[in-house]
């Protein structure tokens, strides 16, 4: 028998691609080799095909059960999982679903599927923490959710997603669907996932946090997308009023009684 | 023959010997609002590792109920050896629940840098019983508590092993310390397929391991398919009721072994969580005759 290295690698292959040769001979049984092995090749397609659909449901509904399957077993041989924990697992399909041929028609796809990915791994992060502590002034301190995620989009999936789940098909088909940049800021809030659409401002100015950004840098990056006081307006109404983000001010010495 | 490995600690049976179930997303709201009365639960922890909701609903119900960790991803009989971090995850979760049990099963998923998420089957050879029995004592030092090995559902049998599924399982309890995890519907699926008898396929696994390994039962429905070949396809689906052979050998394991922590599992197909309970009342009947007869009341 050969070594059971070579065994479980061959087989490994064999599973995800479809050849049985190099197997080592099995046993005489009523169950052929072949109708074993597609059991055992089933089973690994379908629990990864399930794997993704539960991290990816909106890709799921636009898409369909079958043609899901497809694009999911189509991935998971182009992209097996490397870890036990599949509900990790997937966080490359965008991409995979963008150069897909079959989904080429389906523009927005990639993005719907960043959004899904989003939404899942919020739902896998602590209820509470922090992820980053910003200075806004030498007293004024803005935290920003550890779940939090800020996706850049080309396509307004918050919408898409929302028209989907309310089964509003007219909605849906009257979504404006032109690229255009959009930003989108995905959290933990409580057992759910919160989803809430930003300007482009707003937007600017958390992905420049998130990326490790001045105050003063990401304020200018959301300068480029409008007017200083727009830009404040912005980050003031969507970034520190929002359920995602605290504010805290300490009082200095001298105002300490 | 293999010398004693050193990682395994004392059997701990903090599981009731009762019927307990495989709890399942689905169920997680029914259970936190109703509390139902059930001995104990049953969970993959592989997905509930990290501090994500689900884990947070664990944790609750933990706080109501034994509860028992069902591994799915470890690969113990992966010749390339653990995933280091991934046992390094679970000893985490496992030390944050504090769970009665903790099993995986006598198969592998890992190889060449890949995760197959299915339970793939072993040659039964005295190389893969070195790589598991070192497998599980690592798995053991780790988690610094014994585990339970389940005899997996098999499709398939190679032509050259030298042992028997239940000499490996015998053997890997002696120089590994650990448990098992005897899966009756998995011995009625693995002997269907392999073109053995249930009855006897069962009884080699009784003769071979000691009764005090056996720490824990597993109960499920399996699918039956016919093949254009003429052939009967067992599938381990989990997605069905328990089936009446299942039953009957669930009945020889109580009245040889006594009563045992006893797992309802369903996983396809899940039904409302009545569907379980009664299937639950149907194991804990069966436990309960044999507690009650006079000659283990009096062993006891």
Request: charged share 30%.
């Given at each position: 028998m050969p070594p059971l290295a070579d065994i479980q690698r061959r087989m490994a292959r064999a599973l995800l691609h479809g050849t049985d040769a190099g197997m080592p001979p099995t046993a005489a049984a009523p169950v052929s080799a072949c109708a074993a092995f597609q059991v055992y090749r089933d089973t690994v397609l379908s629990a990864l095909a399930n794997a993704l659909r539960l991290t990816f449901p909106t890709v799921d509904r636009l898409v369909g059960e079958a043609f899901f399957d497809q694009a999911a077993c189509a991935y998971a041989r182009e992209a097996p999982p490397r870890r036990a924990r599949l509900v990790a697992y997937g966080e490359t399909f965008p991409v995979f679903l963008e150069a897909y041929a079959p989904t080429q028609g389906l523009v927005y796809l990639g993005d719907v599927a960043r959004l899904d990915w989003a939404i899942a791994q919020?739902?896998?992060?602590?209820?509470?923490?922090?992820r980053r502590h910003v200075t806004i002034e030498e007293t004024i301190f803005l935290a920003l959710s550890v779940s939090l995620t800020i996706l850049p989009v080309r396509f307004p999936v918050d919408v898409i997603r929302a028209a989907l789940t309310?089964?509003?098909?007219?909605?849906?088909?009257?979504?404006?669907?032109?690229?255009?940049?959009?930003?989108?800021?995905?959290?933990?809030?409580g057992p759910m996932a919160a989803v809430q659409p930003l300007s482009q401002p707003a937007g600017l100015f958390l992905t420049a946090i998130q990326f490790g950004s001045t105050p003063e840098e990401a304020l200018a990056a959301a300068c480029t997308a409008a007017s200083p006081q727009g830009a404040l307006r912005a980050i003031q109404a969507e970034v520190f009023a929002a359920r995602f983000a605290e504010i805290t001010q300490i009082r200095s010495e001298e105002e300490t009684p | 023959m293999l010398p004693p490995l050193s990682g395994a600690t004392r059997l701990e049976d903090p599981i009731p010997a009762r019927a307990g179930i495989g709890l399942r997303f689905p169920h997680h709201d029914h259970v936190l609002a109703k509390r139902p009365d059930v001995a104990w639960f049953e969970v993959h922890p592989e997905n509930y590792l990290g501090e994500?909701?689900?884990a947070g609903d664990l944790e609750m119900v933990r706080r109501d109920y034994p509860l028992s960790l069902h591994a799915t991803g470890l690969s113990l009989g992966s010749a390339d050896g653990l995933d280091l971090e991934h046992l390094s995850a679970i000893a985490a979760f496992s030390r944050r629940i504090q769970p009665g049990l903790v099993s995986d099963h006598l198969s592998w998923s890992a190889a060449g840098g890949l995760h197959l998420p299915d339970l793939l089957p072993l040659p039964f050879s005295e190389e893969a019983l070195a790589v598991v029995a070192r497998n599980v004592d690592q798995t053991q030092t780790v988690l610094g508590r014994q585990i339970l090995i389940e005899n997996p559902s098999a499709y398939l049998a190679f032509a050259d092993s030298a042992l028997t599924e239940a000499e490996f399982l015998g053997e890997l309890v002696r120089v590994s310390g650990c448990g098992v995890l005897l899966d009756v519907n998995n011995i009625v699926v693995s002997a269907g397929n392999l073109g053995e008898s249930p009855a006897l396929r069962l009884g080699q696994l009784l003769d071979h391991v000691p009764p005090g390994a056996i720490g824990e039962i597993h109960l499920a429905g399996h699918a039956v398919r016919p093949l254009a070949d003429g052939a009967v396809l067992r599938i381990d689906d989990h997605g069905s009721p328990v089936s009446p052979r299942v039953w009957s050998l669930f009945e020889t394991v109580i009245a040889r072994i006594g009563p045992r922590p006893t797992l309802i599992e369903w996983d396809t197909a899940i039904p409302a969580f009545d569907v379980l309970r009664a299937e639950e009342a149907s194991a804990q009947s069966i436990l309960d005759w044999r507690a009650e007869t006079p000659a283990y009341a009096a062993a006891r």
């Open positions: 919020a739902l896998l992060a602590p209820d509470h923490g922090v309310d089964d509003d098909d007219r909605g849906l088909a009257a979504i404006d669907l032109t690229p255009r940049p959009h930003a989108v800021a995905v959290w933990r809030d | 994500g909701v689900v």
